[in-house]
């Protein structure tokens, strides 16, 4: 919608016919966005050559599951000079890749030349033109301002960011985060315990992006903080949604059917789980979820975990990371 407003010309690829057809003939798109009405500029297409043939700039959009499978069937209809970028959030599972080395894999290019966006955005405010603010990241500031200039406009503010690592840190790890803050809302526990998940939340993704090769500065940024405030605390969260039903004792596969839309967070919490043994850095809020979603643990005794552990310091740990960027 963003980029029609612009003045682009937009193909969005679905697999669903009836949903390509509501699309083009409707102007609507009912079960993700209600009622709003789609510009004229979007045409939707089922057909992936159809979509990539021609495209100056793709923007790669499905679930972290499906990234691979989509990018290598898209692979062959992508010239090497366009312009690609994702907004996907998540880890592969099994491998940990994030969704830019996958992107590189399939569409056999160099990582440098891939853009991920990101930040506190709900699709439901984009698409009514709510004033929203992103980050483009990329190891070369020339594709970020590439897809600065494709973006940007009067209620959407795109900044770059080098730190292509960071963003798909944060982008991932807050779904786990917003996951907690659900199940704490869901508990009825009050804004405190929630403040702090959000806090503590960002010290676990700045352990775990250090260890990755991320600047913590990003981490204060709208792709760190940012998204994490938005995906805490918004009833459009669908990671917040899912952590409440958790809370109500429903089992995951419950959760899913009822929610019936992706929640990044569940996988993210089994990928960030293993990731934090393989770099060796400490993610308790982390560690509590994969027990909840994977282990049977009630979130009761999650939270008893998390508040009995042992004492500990705020400064030190958080400044020796943080310093080093400073
Ligand atoms: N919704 C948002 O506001 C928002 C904002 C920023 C980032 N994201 C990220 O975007 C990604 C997608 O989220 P979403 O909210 O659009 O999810 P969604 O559940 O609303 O939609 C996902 C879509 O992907 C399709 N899909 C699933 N598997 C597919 C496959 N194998 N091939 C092709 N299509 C497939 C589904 O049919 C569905 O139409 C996630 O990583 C999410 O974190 C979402
Ligand atoms: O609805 P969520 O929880 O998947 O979050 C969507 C976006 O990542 C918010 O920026």
Request: charged share 20%; with cysteine; hydrophobic share 45%.
């Amino acid at each position: 919608a963003v980029l029609a407003d612009n003045g682009h010309q937009v193909r969005l690829w679905t697999r669903n016919s009836e949903q390509a057809d509501e699309i083009n003939n409707q102007r609507t798109n009912v079960r993700f966005l209600g009622d709003v009405e789609l510009s004229q500029g979007i045409e939707a297409v089922t057909e992936l050559e159809a979509a990539l043939n021609g495209a100056q700039a793709v923007i790669f959009v499905a679930p972290s599951a499906a990234m691979r499978e989509v990018a290598r069937a898209a692979a062959p209809y992508i010239g090497r000079d366009v312009l690609c970028i994702h907004a996907t959030k998540g880890f592969e599972s099994g491998t940990y890749n994030r969704m830019t080395t996958i992107l590189a894999e399939e569409l056999d290019r160099s990582e440098s030349t891939l853009v991920v966006l990101s930040g506190p955005s709900h699709a439901e405010e984009v698409v009514r033109k709510q004033p929203t603010t992103v980050v483009v990241a990329s190891a070369e500031q020339y594709h970020a301002e590439s897809a600065q200039d494709l973006f940007i406009n009067s209620y959407f503010r795109v900044y770059t960011n080098p730190d292509l690592i960071g963003v798909e840190v944060a982008g991932a790890i807050k779904n786990i985060i917003a996951l907690g803050a659900g199940l704490s809302d869901g508990l009825s526990f009050g804004d405190n315990a929630k403040a702090a998940l959000i806090t503590r939340g960002l010290t676990e993704i700045a352990r775990l992006g250090d260890a990755m090769g991320a600047n913590m500065l990003t981490f204060a940024g709208l792709a760190g903080v940012g998204d994490l405030i938005v995906t805490c605390t918004s009833t459009h969260s669908r990671n917040w949604r899912a952590g409440s039903l958790l809370a109500k004792g429903l089992e995951v596969d419950e959760v899913l059917r009822q929610m019936g839309m992706v929640v990044e967070g569940i996988r993210t919490t089994r990928a960030a789980y293993e990731l934090a043994k393989l770099y060796d850095v400490q993610m308790p809020i982390t560690e509590q979820l994969y027990q909840v979603l994977f282990e049977g643990k009630s979130p009761k005794l999650a939270v008893e975990a998390l508040m009995g552990r042992g004492r500990t310091h705020e400064i030190e740990e958080v400044t020796k990371a943080w310093s080093k960027h400073v």
